[in-house]
């Protein structure tokens, strides 16, 4: 079964950096988005960056020129290099990916969450 592993959040400071990191880990399927979604408390879960394979950036727009996503597509990993970070941005942040197995069926996959805090 495909699972989503996620690291790298943490506390740090207003201005500070953090790099999130996420690998798919199974066989029998090849994924067609990954990227990032957060949620804050008191908030609705929101996009904060995807790509596809082979396909454009896409980021929302209170991160743009802050964050930087890219994907291993070999390592079915993606990370998320987050710079000049707010107060604002602090959340759950939630690897998802958009896979497709070797059956040819299409699942959206979830992994458990990363906090992230910008105080401080």
């Known amino acids: 079964q495909v699972q989503l592993v996620e690291s790298g959040g943490g506390l740090v400071q207003p201005g500070g950096s953090l790099r999130l990191s996420c690998a798919a880990s199974g066989s029998g399927f090849s994924i067609n988005v990954m990227g990032w979604y957060r949620q804050a408390p008191g908030k609705q879960r929101e996009l904060v960056a995807t790509v596809p394979s082979g396909g454009i950036t896409n980021y929302a727009d209170s991160v743009k020129g802050r964050f930087t996503i890219a994907r291993d597509n070999a390592k079915n990993s993606v990370t998320m290099q987050m710079n000049s970070l707010k107060p604002e941005d602090t959340a759950v942040y939630y690897c998802?990916?958009?896979?497709?197995?070797?059956?040819?069926?299409?699942?959206?996959?979830w992994g458990q969450g990363t906090q992230v805090t910008v105080s401080s």
């Open positions: 998802n990916a958009d896979l497709t197995t070797s059956a040819g069926y299409t699942y959206r996959y």
